[in-house]
Antibody, heavy 117, light 112 residues
Framework: EVQLVESGGGLVQPGGSLRLSCAAS????????MHWVRQAPGKGLVWVSR????????TYADSVKGRFTISRDTAKNTLYLQMDSLRVEDTAVYHC??????????WGQGTLVTVSS | QSVLTQPPSVSGAPGQRVTISCTGS?????????VHWYQQLPGTVPKLLIY???NRPSGVPDRFSGSKSGTAASLAITGLQADDEADYYC????????????FGGGTKLTVL
């Protein structure tokens, strides 16, 4: 059974940093693209970033480019999202998602990030 | 404002057929990129419902179908059931600017 378990969310002040982690199990982690997708409370889905299995390609939504960095550790089956210069509008539940380059197959429950002073 | 436009809400009675539209442009759906659909039941994470415009993952009933034409796509649900009440999102790729994966704003389906 595919399992994706996020951690690292919390309350942070504007301009602060957080590092999200996603522990993956039940599938061949290195063979799949991994994504972060966020959902603000009561709002729709927004794609944030993706990275491929061999770490050769990573892309970002314009709204986070230059502030967020996606990475993965194949040995630990773990996906990361380093979030710097956080803004109030980054407040959302952040989901770790596996799939191919443009499709989302399996979703984690998410971790809540709240940016507020 | 989402790159892909969906109606905020649709409704139908049990047993009826409803459709949800997803309108894009020449830089996404119209450029030939596939459209995918997700169902988000209340209090749950999204689930892949349709991929590659009109394909159903294993376990998705054939009451759900997708189509695409020009710069738009649509999701059809036949034989509407109470537990179909959910938010539905379309998703594609957009090649404008630096390129990005894009979602529609979501459509709330109410079963009357």
């Amino acid at each position: 059974e595919v399992q994706l378990v996020e951690s690292g969310g919390g309350l942070v002040q504007p301009g602060g940093s957080l590092r999200l982690s996603c522990a993956a199990s039940g599938f061949a982690f290195r063979s799949y693209w991994m994504h972060w997708v966020r959902q603000a409370p009561g709002k729709g889905l927004v794609w944030v970033s993706r990275i491929n299995g061999d770490l050769s390609t990573s892309t970002y939504a314009d709204s986070v480019k230059g502030r967020f960095t996606i990475s993965r550790d194949t040995a630990k089956n773990t996906l990361y999202l380093q979030m710097d210069s956080l803004r109030v509008e980054d407040t959302a539940v952040y989901h770790c998602v596996s799939g191919d380059s443009n499709t989302f197959d399996n979703w984690g429950q998410g971790t809540l990030v709240t940016v507020s002073s | 404002q989402s790159v892909l436009t969906q109606p905020p809400s649709v409704s139908g009675a049990p047993g009826q057929r409803v459709t949800i539209s997803c309108t894009g442009s020449s830089s996404n759906i119209g450029a030939g990129y596939d459209v995918h659909w997700y169902q988000q039941l209340p209090g749950t994470v999204p689930k892949l419902l349709i991929y590659g415009n009109n394909n159903r993952p294993s376990g998705v009933p054939d009451r759900f179908s997708g189509s695409k034409s020009g710069t738009a796509a649509s999701l059809a649900i036949t034989g509407l059931q109470a537990d179909d009440e959910a938010d539905y999102y379309c998703q594609s790729y957009d090649n404008s600017l630096s390129g990005s994966i894009v979602f529609g704003g979501g459509t709330k389906l109410t079963v009357l």
